[in-house]
């Protein structure tokens, strides 16, 4: 009872910040990003605390893509194995993203540095116009990753 009354108490605080800057709506935002994990935080700060749940995500996302485009000894052995059938249009759009969202994560680092809520209000703002793209790219992208893997699968080898 009381996490949903955390989670009641959060969707008021962001429904007054909401309407203050006309954001996207929590649902939206808690589909997409999971920011109802935010329930258990106290902060001043709310805004602030939403946009780095967007990020955690994106973050997420790019250390994987980061595995793709530049792969070391490090890296988990199935890399290797799936780079080997990555057709040239799907190495392309990886990097594409890629960049997408280095871009992103490098303005949220700057947030981190400076806080200004109306900056953090256009970060959120721009993510939840660009995320439905981004997140048609990276459906194409896992997709052609997996016919990768199955490919790579059903030739009996995984290394080498």
Request: aromatic share 10%; charged share 35%; no cysteine.
């Amino acid at each position: 009872m009381v996490l949903m009354e955390e989670l009641e108490r959060l969707k008021k605080e962001y429904e007054i910040i909401r309407k203050k800057y006309k954001l996207p709506s929590f649902s939206e935002l808690n589909v997409e990003f999971e920011i109802e994990k935010l329930q258990d935080r106290e902060t001043e700060f709310l805004i602030r605390q939403v946009r780095r749940t967007m990020i955690e995500k994106i973050a997420l996302i790019l250390r994987f893509f980061e595995l793709i485009v530049n792969p070391n000894e490090a890296s988990p052995v199935y890399i290797f194995s799936l780079m080997k059938n990555i057709q040239a249009d799907t190495k392309k759009l990886i990097e594409k993203i890629y960049r997408e969202l280095v871009t992103v994560e490098i303005s949220s680092l700057n947030l981190d540095v400076s806080y200004d809520e109306k900056t953090e209000v256009k970060f959120i703002k721009e993510i939840s116009d660009k995320w439905p793209l981004i997140k048609k790219d990276l459906s194409e992208i896992t997709k052609k990753l997996y016919v990768s893997w199955s490919h790579e699968k059903s030739h009996g080898s995984y290394l080498g």
